[in-house]
């Protein structure tokens, strides 16, 4: 039974290191994008209102990106109710990445009081458990593939299928005859 779930265990493990991936990647672009747009006010706003709110409030801060991203969703349905599918799928990644983008931003300014509330704290350190056994599912395969690629780089490419091609050969030659 272990054998049929490790696939799927796998794709999950790949999903959630793209969604840490994308959290700390975006990070900086939102943050730049705040610093280049005139929005420090805003931020200077925000990070103070966050402050001031209670830790188990700070929690409803967190319905801002669905809020924010309610009108991409309309936009996005519209797309696939006309079958506009290129329009529907750059809508979709557009709202994900920037409601992954703007959650991060709110986290980043709220963590301190989260981390206040126990349960919320227990959460914390069993996502970051999440993604560490994620990063050991997933690890020993991306070094795998890495090495294959590897063997197909432009320098070993020639040696490489000249290799394949012998053990094509040997397995072409044992075959019993029919």
Partial sequence: MRRFLRPLLILLALLFLLEAWLWTHLEPIVAWLV????????????????????????LIVFAVPF??????KFLEFWFLAHRHWVGAVLTL???????????AFIFEAARPK???MPWFRVFYDWMLWLLERAHALVDPLKRRIKTWLRLFSPRRAGRSLRLFRRIRR?????RPAT
């Fill in 35 to 58: 610093a280049f747009i005139p929005l420090k006010r805003l931020k200077a706003w925000i990070a103070a209102a966050i402050e001031r709110l209670s830790p188990t409030a700070t």
């Fill in 67 to 72: 809020v924010v991203l309610f009108p991409l």
């Fill in 93 to 103: 990644l557009a709202a994900k990445l920037l409601g992954l983008g703007i959650t």
């Fill in 114 to 116: 989260l981390l206040q």
């Fill in 170 to 174: 040997r397995m072409q030659g044992t």
